[in-house]
């Protein structure tokens, strides 16, 4: 039984290692070794976040900005659960979940739109993905720069409506997240090349968490 456990999972491993295992990578602050721990096969963020800048016109930095704000680049990522009675485990506090914290009603419609309709929001390939598509949608009904990481952060945590609506400006943490993911964006530009997507770089801002759920619908 053991023996034909192990021939089972030899080959899964194999091949998981060929896609280029989703693991949390161990140095989320420098992007080149984030693609270099997820160069796989199958599996290369690098080439993803090259491919999703030619599709969509928004830049590598400002996609893998975004991502290791919203998740630390956690596929599993999520909010934190309401408790109640101090130790009773209730609900997540918003359904945000994966790297990119897509909330479920704008995961149903970045599906419904791009025909991915089996998009997971614990892949990587389908996570950027959803990023670049929510970005270029910014920039349309905005008219924002595709390089201007800071007010394409604020419509993505506070939503269009929010963004719109101008409910950040009454919000001094949802301003600083915009401004950290900016100067993110800014420090991956200048490291690991510039080839055709001028791909990604080191955090200056090694300290700064992820943050998990919006307070608004995306």
Request: hydrophobic letters at 35%; aromatic letters at 14%.
């Amino acid at each position: 039984m053991f023996a034909y456990g192990f021939s089972r999972v030899l080959p899964i491993c194999a091949l998981a290692g060929l896609a280029g295992c989703a693991s949390a990578p161990e140095r989320i602050n420098d992007i080149c070794a984030v693609f270099d721990q997820n160069d796989g096969f199958f599996n290369n963020w690098q080439k993803t976040a090259a491919d999703t800048e030619r599709k969509y016109g928004v830049p590598v930095p400002v996609l893998m900005a975004t991502i290791r704000k919203e998740s630390g680049f956690q596929s599993n990522a999520r909010p934190p659960r309401k408790y109640y009675l101090g130790f009773i485990p209730g609900k997540h506090t918003s359904s945000a979940y994966g790297y990119s914290q897509a909330l479920d009603g704008t995961w149903a419609q970045y599906k419904t739109e791009s025909g991915n309709f089996a998009a997971r929001r614990s892949n990587f390939e389908d996570a950027v993905d959803f990023v670049g598509w929510y970005h270029a949608k910014t920039i349309d009904a905005f008219g924002l720069r595709p390089d201007d990481t800071t007010n394409l952060y604020l419509a993505y945590y506070a939503g269009w409506t929010g963004f719109k609506n101008g409910d950040w400006r009454n919000s001094t943490s949802i301003r600083k997240y915009a401004s950290d993911a900016a100067q993110m964006a800014a420090a991956y530009q200048g490291s690991c090349g510039t080839a055709a997507a001028e791909q990604a770089g080191i955090s200056a801002d090694p300290a700064s968490p992820y943050d998990l759920g919006h307070p608004y619908d995306l």
